[in-house]
């Protein structure tokens, strides 16, 4: 069973995808994750990734998409994968269908995370990441342990593996290495793809049993 994630930043496609993980043995993959491994390889794709990333470029959607083409033939994907937050754009599935049609494989779900604006402000603004890892933490839902009963400060919040200081998201999100605003999720799947859609208070979870 393989499953896309959609929705903006802060909408909890993260949490849902390690249930999804934890209930059916899926793997979840995040292109951010991807990229970084993908990144470090001593591959061709590897190399073209690594002088894109360390420019401060993004990271083309052909590449992101082999990049993928790569990872879900792995042994870990047997049981299905669950892409989290890709694609963003119609063009973005286009590409990710054509490859996956290739290859015999192909999406059983789409779903889509709606959550009331007010509530997406609060988690990003409460947001915190480690850049080089991709760990991210929240000032009140996840704290890192140096935080104790301060105020949150670039001394205050470090990483709990690294000690390294964590940078404030603010009303921005990590994307393919580089920091890019959050704008409304150009969805324009909803007509078309999106199989299922659900709120916080309904996890994707028990739509898919």
């Given at each position: 069973?393989?499953?896309?994630?959609?929705?903006?930043?802060?909408?909890?496609?993260?949490?849902?995808?390690?249930?999804?993980v934890e209930h059916h043995g899926m793997r979840q993959?995040?292109?951010?994750?991807?990229?970084?491994?993908?990144?470090k390889a001593d591959t061709e794709l590897g190399?073209?990734?690594?002088?894109?990333?360390?420019?401060?470029?993004?990271?083309?959607d052909d590449l992101v998409v082999g990049v993928i083409a790569g990872r879900v033939k792995e042994a870990d994907c047997a049981k299905g994968f669950i892409l989290d937050g890709f694609p963003r754009t119609v063009e973005q599935a286009s590409k990710l269908d054509a490859m996956l049609k290739?290859?015999?494989?192909k999406v059983n779900f789409v779903v889509a995370l709606e959550v009331p604006d007010a509530?997406?402000?609060e988690r990003i603004c409460g947001r915190w990441v480690h850049k080089a890892s991709g760990r991210s933490y929240h000032v009140t839902n996840k704290p890192p342990k140096s935080l104790g009963d301060q105020a949150p400060t670039v001394e205050t919040m470090v990483d709990d593996e690294t000690g390294e200081p964590l940078m404030p998201s603010g009303l921005?999100?990590?994307?393919?290495?580089?920091?890019v605003n959050v704008l409304p999720l150009p969805c324009g799947l909803e007509s078309s793809a999106c199989a299922a859609r659900t709120e916080l208070s309904k996890p994707p979870i028990a739509r898919l049993h």
């Open positions: 069973m393989d499953i896309i994630l959609l929705g903006p930043p802060g909408a909890g496609k993260g949490t849902q995808a390690q249930r999804l993959l995040s292109t951010g994750d991807m990229l970084r491994e993908t990144r190399r073209k990734v690594a002088d894109i990333m360390d420019t401060g470029g993004l990271v083309s290739a290859t015999g494989e509530a997406l402000t921005y999100t990590m994307f393919v290495g580089r920091i």
